[in-house]
């Protein structure tokens, strides 16, 4: 996976309105019958679009600017321009988008959301307008008005129906891989997963979130940075590993990170997953899912090598969402 990109600035501007023009109609028989100029069409508005992919603030990144189309100008026999085409910019769910020219926000929380941020230009007037009783033969028209325009930035937040938390080589990239068809990086090292990664689980978006170490919330470790994607996720999955041998302290030490960072946060709803439950024998899984319990009853256990016992755990997430 490319590397996330999460902020970026542009500049956008609606498109300007289409000339008012002078024309005059001539019908047959008829040397002159009066002004026929059609009035221009309106610019096109300029909307910003959420759409299920995090990656389109990658896709954008060399973008520096976004013009909508112009309307046309006005047309003899009457006819008006055609109306420039509305430009709808796609970014991704969870964008924060700030106009910074006028201060205005814009959150985009729902997929397919459409928000309009500039107007396009009123198109002018064309000579047909000033007709009148006394005066069939008027000469004025108006140029079309410039659309708005702004300069925006571009802050990604996630929204996710879970987001997987835990320390480094908890298991998160390989649990969302086999729950999802994302391909998350995997290996037996810290930090492996660098930037949030997104899957779909039967409709459900999961979230795998950077691992956290003691001080995420000050800035260590990859810091906070990676923390508020998972301000808007609705429940948590927390990932603890059965290699460490105290699995309260591993728990206890991303608890207090994300407390330290959100009290919100902290309060969302959360299941824990005992992950690596190969590498552990059947006895010391039970006492440590009665150990954890103390602190938290919601508790699942689940090893990537059995593709009965990952599938058994997806029946049981996929529940748990669809009450959530």
């Known amino acids: 996976m490319a590397a996330l990109i999460d902020e970026l600035e542009f500049y956008a501007k609606a498109g300007r309105g289409g000339d008012g023009v002078v024309r005059w109609l001539h019908e047959k028989s008829k040397e002159f019958s009066g002004a026929s100029g059609g009035n221009g069409g309106k610019g096109g508005d300029?909307?910003?679009?959420?759409?299920?992919?995090?990656?389109?603030?990658?896709?954008?990144k060399h973008t520096k600017e976004f013009l909508a189309e112009r309307g046309e100008a006005g047309q003899k026999n009457s006819r008006h321009g055609k109306n420039g085409e509305a430009l709808y910019i796609d970014l991704p769910l969870g964008s924060i988008v700030k106009n910074l020219d006028n201060g205005k926000v814009f959150n985009l929380l729902k997929e397919g959301q459409e928000i309009l941020v500039l107007k396009g230009g009123r198109g002018g007037l064309g000579n047909e307008h000033f007709k009148a009783s006394t005066n069939t033969s008027p000469t004025e028209w108006t140029p079309g008005?410039?659309?708005e325009d702004a300069h925006f930035f571009i802050e990604l937040e996630l929204v996710a129906d879970a987001g997987l938390v835990g320390q480094p080589n908890a298991g998160k990239s390989s649990l969302?891989?086999?729950?999802?068809?994302?391909?998350?990086?995997?290996?037996?090292?810290?930090?492996?997963?660098?930037?949030?990664?997104?899957?779909?689980?039967e409709g459900f978006i999961l979230a795998d979130i950077p691992g956290l170490i003691e001080g995420a919330s000050e800035g260590k470790g990859l810091g906070v940075k990676f923390l508020r994607h998972i301000k808007r996720t609705k429940m948590l999955f927390h990932c603890v590993s059965l290699e460490n041998e105290d699995i309260i302290e591993i728990y206890t030490t991303v608890r207090k990170e994300l407390e330290k960072f959100s009290k919100d946060l902290a309060d969302k709803p959360e299941l824990i997953i005992l992950t690596k439950t190969d590498t552990v024998d059947e006895k010391t899984l039970k006492a440590?899912?009665?150990?954890?319990?103390?602190?938290?009853?919601?508790v699942l256990t689940v090893t990537a090598y059995d593709d009965a016992v990952v599938k058994s755990l997806k029946d049981d997430l996929v529940k748990i969402l669809r009450g959530v």
């Open 176 to 201: 969302l891989n086999e729950l999802t068809n994302a391909r998350s990086k995997v290996g037996n090292y810290a930090f492996t997963t660098l930037d949030p990664a997104l899957g779909n689980m």
């Open 46 to 60: 300029v909307y910003i679009r959420a759409v299920r992919d995090i990656q389109l603030l990658s896709k954008h």
């Open 288 to 298: 440590k899912i009665k150990e954890i319990s103390k602190l938290n009853k919601n």
């Open 145 to 147: 008005k410039d659309g």
